[in-house]
């Protein structure tokens, strides 16, 4: 794990907004696993464009 990222939140889906890192919970262990972009797109597409919509409305505003 990276020592900027800290999963953490509700959710079983994390994304370090300083590296851009995406991190997956498992529930049995509790552990979080770094999984690639390219998987989160085509394995949790929902996840991934729900993210990415939040992060352009938040940080893509230019008034």
Same mark, same amino acid.
């Given at each position: 794990?990276?020592?900027?990222?800290?999963?953490? #939140?509700? #959710?079983?889906?994390?994304?370090?907004?300083?590296?851009?890192?995406?991190?997956?919970?498992?529930?049995?262990?509790? *552990?979080?696993?770094?999984?690639? /972009?390219?998987?989160? *797109? *085509?394995?949790?597409?929902?996840?991934?464009?729900?993210?990415?919509?939040?992060?352009?409305? /938040?940080?893509?505003? /230019?008034?």
């Amino acid at each position: 794990m990276s020592q900027r990222c800290d999963p953490h #939140g509700p #959710g079983c889906y994390y994304r370090c907004p300083i590296c851009g890192q995406w991190w997956c919970c498992d529930p049995r262990s509790g *552990f979080w696993e770094s999984i690639s /972009t390219i998987e989160m *797109f *085509f394995c949790l597409h929902d996840v991934w464009r729900q993210e990415r919509k939040h992060r352009k409305a /938040t940080h893509g505003r /230019t008034d």
